[in-house]
């Protein structure tokens, strides 16, 4: 090849990449992150003309606040926040947003809409947290930013695992509400909040949520029992009569289901670990198992004919029916069978009375 014809090819070459470049990919599109708005609480209510009004808590990155409260109302979710970003000077971005709260009335009256919004729009994380307040959203966010002094993060830690969380407190996150609204065999609870007194939240128990509404509630000693079926449950403590207090270490649970003349039954087998704490009097170990096995065996007793009256199957019961029903007929679980299941529940403890020494 000739000197003449790999000048031709070489600039043939070079012509061929500055004709790409408008088509190369690049990064000019990305913001700064000290451009943008991080909330990690969104609170959602409904006003009296039946509009969303969304609250955000952003963390402040200056010195001289720790939280920002900002609330919108309108029509769809999308579009407040489109609104509040298009009105503050940093943009808003969801993806960090780590707990939504909407109040009871929301709750009461269904929130499928923004379940099924949060899922199709993919600015939410499906691992985001989901709560219920017991109070209005506005008199929640207000009490929130006069305690933040110090932290903008309160309820964040109030519900993180490391921190705040224990097991008498439900753990509900945006996906498993989009599968409870979309199963025949699968309802969900949700922490019930509110501004403490002398701390800064309290919890209130759990909210059944049935296809996305809430039809009932539970107590905090219960939301225990259903996390043990969970297994949530380790270092849950347990009071029993006002006399001893127990640690779960650990549970176990196992099922044995059937069907006979269409009637559905089941009997599940819950195995706990427990570590006495404290104990007033002069209670002998089996004494303690028995009441302690009486106790939970009667508050689960008690959750399941509450729910099987509610028709909610927040126990996910009919999960072990899948291999006696056909489809069809798991559409029709929580109306036709879960109100006649013959559920029964065998508790057996172990008693460690080590406290949390490994060795003696």
């Known amino acids: 090849m000739d000197k003449l014809a790999t000048i031709r090819i070489t600039f043939k070459f070079v012509l061929l ?18 451009h943008r708005s991080l909330p990690v609480i969104m609170g959602i209510s409904l006003t ?10 952003i963390p402040a990155t200056n010195e001289t606040s720790t939280v920002n409260i900002v609330s919108e109302t309108g029509d769809t979710i999308n579009k407040i926040i489109d609104h509040i970003s298009m009105n503050m000077e940093t943009q808003v971005d969801l993806l960090h947003l ?45 009490d929130m930013a006069a305690k933040s002094e110090h932290s903008g993060n309160i309820i964040y830690d109030f519900f993180e695992e490391n ?7 439900a753990d509900t996150r945006i996906w498993q509400m989009f599968r409870s609204i979309h199963s025949y065999t699968h309802d969900v609870i949700v922490p019930i909040i509110r501004s403490g007194r002398s701390t800064s939240i309290e919890c209130m128990g759990s909210a059944i949520i049935k296809n996305g509404r809430m039809t009932g509630q539970i107590g905090s000693d219960e939301t225990l029992v259903a996390n043990a079926f969970y297994g949530k449950s380790a270092f849950g403590k347990v009071e029993i009569m006002d006399s001893t207090t127990v640690q779960i270490i650990s549970n176990r649970l196992t099922h044995h289901s059937w069907m006979k003349n269409d009637k559905p039954y089941l009997r599940s087998h819950l195995r706990l670990k427990v570590t006495i704490l404290d104990s007033r009097g002069h209670l002998t170990e089996e004494q303690i198992k028995e009441r302690l096995e009486a106790l939970l065996t009667s508050r689960l007793d008690q959750m399941f004919k509450k729910t099987q009256k509610e028709q909610a199957d927040i ?8 291999n006696h029903l056909n489809r069809e007929q798991l559409r029709d679980w929580r109306t036709t069978y879960y109100p006649n299941l013959d559920f029964k529940l065998h508790v057996t403890t172990i008693i460690e009375n080590r406290g949390n020494l490994k060795n003696l």
């Open 17 to 34: 990449l500055v004709a790409m470049v408008p088509f190369v990919t690049g990064c000019w599109d990305i913001k700064d992150i000290n």
């Open 48 to 57: 009296e003309e039946n509009q969303y009004k969304v609250f955000l808590d």
């Open 98 to 142: 780590k707990i939504v709260i909407v109040d009871k009335n929301f709750a009461r009256n269904g929130m499928e809409d923004i379940i099924s919004a949060f899922n199709r729009s993919r600015d939410i994380s499906s691992k985001t947290l989901f709560a219920i307040s017991d109070q209005g959203l506005d008199q929640f966010f207000s």
């Open 315 to 322: 126990f996910a019961l009919g999960q072990y029916f899948r």
């Open 163 to 169: 921190a705040g969380w224990n097991p008498q407190l």
